[in-house]
């Protein structure tokens, strides 16, 4: 156990580092120049020659030709661990023309039907987390299903894009597609009498968490949001955040490219969302998502959400094991949870103090409640 604690620490740990401390507008290398195609599907052949159409100005399906096909089975293994074990499945989705991508489903044995946990991380991170056996351990624990995937261009999801291409460059299409994918795995997971479809939540980090709030305003059947540092305030956000390289910011405050990202700004959804539990956990001084645009977030959510602040990274990553055993999201998904009564805004909001380098040992951190 202690083992299988110190590796989630580390996993967890490196990521965070990332996300906080050195973000870039980049690409993993599983998606660098080089990356053999993936082969094409007999449903994939089929559909190129159907006319396909996808409105990337709304987050909804209603206007556009794309729709659920069943991904292909691609590899299956059973994983025994210290407690029951695992099953891992790894998917081809082909629902998109030249966007071909891996879906995993990873389920605990022993356990008929259970709720199931969308898991989104934030670009440019591809699903190295979903391979992890550690990670898959502390997802299934408890009797939950994990469903993982990444966002449009994105990782191995930019193999058939342009080298000038990416998230944020294309982030209308990106943020839209991903938003459909969601819908449409909600479709699949549906279909499937291994797991529970009424019982689902989604988790999501960084960009993956901006996406999760349009995800859970156009689809009801997403029942829990957990949001860590989503992405928001587009025009900050493409202004201040060091995702953006200084050389081409200039090009993301264009008026046009504003226009085709407005339509998909998670502030003007968070109110709409149809979860009926939402945590957000924002990072203040996160060179990712400015602090000024992480308060406007905040202040646009729904009267119910739960909502984390705190000072730094170190404050976020002294609290790194009951956040990482997913337990909030899981909780929210039992069979007897109960929708909690909105309370005060003490009672929702909390803010954890910025820890300095020097912090003496055992100094307390406890949160400071209705922080204004």
Known sequence: MRELKGTIRCV???FFVFLILLPRLGRSQESSAGAKPAPKSAQ?????SKPFHEDWNTITLERSSIRMETPLLADEGEIPTSNAGFIRERYMVTWRPKDPFDLYVV???????????????TFPDDTELFKNNNWCESA??????????????TGHRLRFRLPKESFVTEMQEALAETTHDVQLILDYVATRNDLDSSRVGMFGVGSGASIAILASAADPRIRAVDLLGPWGDWPGWLGHSKIIQEDLRANFL????????????????LPKMKAKSVRIQDVRNNMSMPDESQEKLEAAAPDFAVINEYGNGRAFLKLQPPVFTFQWIKDQLKSDAKLKVVGDRSERVHFF????????PGQSQAPVKNKQ
């Open 107 to 121: 389920r605990p044995k022993g356990v008929a039907k259970p709720p199931v946990v969308l898991y989104l991380y």
């Open 140 to 153: 299934v624990s408890g009797g939950y299903a994990a469903v993982g995937f990444v966002s449009a261009l």
């Open 353 to 360: 103090p910025a820890i300095q380098d020097q912090a003496a």
């Open 44 to 48: 994939a052949a089929g559909k190129e």
């Open 12 to 14: 967890f740990g490196l």
């Open 254 to 269: 264009k008026p046009e490219f504003l226009a085709k990202v407005a339509p998909l700004e998670p502030i003007a959804w």
